[in-house]
Structure formats: structure tokens, C-alpha cells
């Protein structure tokens, strides 16, 4: 953590202490493996549909940064302290 909060995504802080994020083995980058019951990687539907689910979460956790994480959590707090009760 020599870098900055906003220069630090949560997808590389989770790559670091998970490892590869992606939903099934043979999407893997660093840890791939055919699946056993796979007849074809190209046409498989659950492949398929998991590399979108891939590049989704992907995208969300290589944009968020820590620095905008605390932000989130400060602006939630904000916004429960600013609630007000109008019930009876």
C-alpha cells in the first residue's frame, strides 16, 4: 500500500490476496482448467454466460478505487444521520 487510496483498485487488492476473480476455472488467466464434463469451451452456455459475469465484475472492481470506497461509506453514513422521522 505504497500507493495513494486513489490509485488503488479493489480488483487489484483482491487479486492479491484471492487470486485470479474469475467465476469458473477456465476463464482463469493465472489458474486455468478445462472443465471435466466441457465438450466445447467455444459453444459452452455456462461459459459463455460467465465470461460476461467476468468482464462486469471485472470492470467494477478494476475501476473502484479504496479512495472511492471510503467515499461511498462516508456518503451512507451522511445519509443515515440526515434521515428524518416523520412518523405519529
Not at 480488483?11 to 490476496?17: E, N
Not at 460467465?50 to 472511492?68: E, G
Amino acid at each position: 500500500m505504497a500507493h495513494p487510496a486513489n490509485q488503488i483498485t479493489v480488483g487489484s487488492i483482491v487479486r492479491i490476496l484471492e487470486g485470479d476473480i474469475a467465476p469458473v476455472q477456465c476463464l482463469s488467466t493465472t489458474n486455468y482448467a478445462r472443465c471435466e464434463e466441457c465438450q466445447d469451451e467455444a459453444t459452452c452456455g455456462i461459459r459463455l454466460t460467465m465470461a460476461d459475469v467476468n468482464i462486469a465484475l471485472s470492470t467494477v472492481l478494476d475501476t473502484l478505487t479504496l479512495a472511492d470506497m471510503i467515499e461511498r461509506s462516508e456518503a451512507a453514513r451522511n445519509k443515515i444521520k440526515n434521515v428524518f422521522n416523520f412518523s405519529i
